[in-house]
């Protein structure tokens, strides 16, 4: 029987799925995910690992839970916890859940734009704060989307639903992704042009690293006074000291972000003093259906694995080839 280590309770949709089929499965029950040192415990002998976004997975990881390892699952789109190189150097398949999550993504990311461009979070602890005294003509006044510049980075799923939402809105787009092509009457533009023409810029690029710190001191320091910073990719994108000292300075006007660095991000960090940013802990893809779609996308991939057959969602198919 396949010895299978699933690091965390996902939903039963999935886990269902993966049942059926090998009833002996084990999962780490608690909240907080298994340590490296528990990980490799509990996965030590396994056939089929399936592991999500907060569990790093290296090279050293699958050696040590062993040769006989034939596939890795990962519950997540993005696969940056996991070194596809070393995975795909043992033939190991790796696989993920893209799709499913776009919409949820996308909705997460207008709503976050949405939330910086009016002050939601902060004009709720205005009111909680016992500070609504009147109707006042100049009180939190926002910024306006209707006639506005969108900037994607980053032209895949994700980032034309957004620009497909910002349609709606009677909103300009440009995007900046040198490998997409166009879609939802969005304009492709080099990076600096994007930067200086966009009310709002919203980050849709993988981490890698080449993308590490993307957004610095440089990239701020070109964005309109008045924009707005939206990143639901991954907070490593993101240098958040240069990122705070642009918001504390008004250098730009607001930031959101899903996802920081490292997560979940320090109750001392100086960016939660600010009024001009919006954190909210990684719940880009946290809708119930989609985590069941991903559940579900996860097992199929963990189960096509363990039988030799090729993964749905496969992020190196290179190991086919050998
Ligand atoms: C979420 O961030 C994911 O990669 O699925």
Not at 246 to 269: G, K, Q, Y
């Amino acid at each position: 029987m396949d010895k299978i280590f699933i690091t965390r309770l996902i939903p039963e949709f999935g886990l269902d799925r993966v049942r059926e089929s090998f009833p002996t499965l084990d999962v780490w029950e608690e909240e907080l995910p298994p340590s490296r040192e528990m990980l490799i415990e509990r996965a030590r002998g396994a056939d089929g690992l399936l592991c999500l976004l907060t569990d790093k997975i290296d090279g050293e990881v699958m050696d040590a839970i062993g040769k006989q390892l034939k596939v890795i699952s990962s519950m997540s789109v993005g696969v940056d916890h996991i070194d596809v190189a070393a995975a795909t150097a043992r033939g190991i398949p790796v696989g993920n859940t893209p799709g499913v999550l776009t919409d949820a993504t996308a909705d997460q990311a207008f709503a976050l734009m949405l939330s910086a461009a009016r002050r939601v979070t902060e004009s709720e602890r205005f009111l909680r704060a016992g500070k609504w005294v009147t109707w006042q003509p100049s009180l939190l006044l926002g910024a306006d989307f209707a006639g506005a510049t969108l900037g994607v980075i980053g032209f895949g799923r994700i980032g034309q639903a957004v620009a497909k939402r910002a349609q709606g809105f009677d909103m300009r787009v440009l995007y900046h992704d040198p490998t997409a092509s166009p879609a939802h009457n969005a304009q492709p533009v080099d990076l600096d042009t994007l930067l200086r023409e966009s009310d709002f810029v919203s980050v849709h690029v993988p981490l890698t690293a080449q993308t590490k710190h993307f957004v610095n001191a440089e990239f701020l320091s070109k964005m309109k006074s008045n924009a707005v910073l939206v990143n639901t990719a991954r907070g490593g994108v993101l240098d958040q000291t240069a990122l705070y000292i642009a918001l504390r300075s008004n250098r730009i006007f607001a930031a959101a972000l899903d996802v920081t660095d490292p997560e979940p991000l320090p109750m001392d960090s100086p960016l939660l003093e600010l009024e001009n940013c919006i954190i909210v802990p990684h719940l880009g893809s946290a809708s119930k259906k989609t985590r069941d779609m991903m559940s579900l996308l996860a097992a199929q991939n963990l189960i096509a694995g363990l039988k030799g057959e090729r993964l749905p969602n496969c992020i190196n198919p290179e190991v086919y080839k050998s």
